[in-house]
C-alpha cells in the first residue's frame, strides 16, 4: 500500500510532523469550502480541513500524489501544499462516508 506524506502546519498542536495518507483505493477526491474530503472504497473519508484556506490547486497536488504512490511500497511519496495552505495542515479526521 502507498502513502502520501504531508508535514503538519505551525497550527497544529504537533507542528512539523507527518501525517500518511492512504493512496491505495480511493473513490473520490475533492475540495469543497477550504475542505479536502477523499473518500475510500471501504465506506470511509478522510477529511483535511485546511483551516478552510485549501483551494483546487492542492486538490490537484494531492491527486497527483496519490497516482504516484497508489500501489507502490517503500516510501511515501511526499506531498507539498501552496505555502498559504501548509500552514493550515492538521492531523486529518476519518468518518464514515457523508452523502
Known amino acids: 500500500m502507498g502513502y502520501?506524506?504531508?508535514l503538519t502546519g505551525s497550527g497544529d498542536a504537533f507542528p512539523?510532523?507527518?501525517v500518511l495518507i492512504p493512496a491505495d483505493?480511493?473513490?473520490s477526491l475533492k475540495e469543497t469550502g477550504g475542505q479536502i474530503?477523499?473518500?475510500y472504497?471501504?465506506?470511509y473519508e478522510?477529511?483535511?480541513s485546511l483551516d478552510g484556506e485549501?483551494?483546487?490547486e492542492d486538490a490537484v497536488t494531492l491527486i497527483e500524489a496519490i497516482n504516484k504512490a497508489n500501489g507502490n511500497s517503500g516510501k511515501p511519496v511526499l506531498a507539498t501544499l501552496r505555502d498559504s495552505t501548509a500552514e493550515y495542515v492538521f492531523i486529518p479526521s476519518v468518518q464514515a462516508?457523508?452523502?
Open 97 to 99: 462516508w457523508t452523502p
Open 37 to 39: 474530503f477523499i473518500k
Open 16 to 18: 512539523g510532523s507527518t
Open 46 to 48: 478522510l477529511l483535511l
Open 54 to 56: 485549501g483551494q483546487q
Open 4 to 6: 502520501v506524506k504531508l
Open 25 to 27: 483505493n480511493v473513490a
Open 41 to 43: 472504497f471501504g465506506g
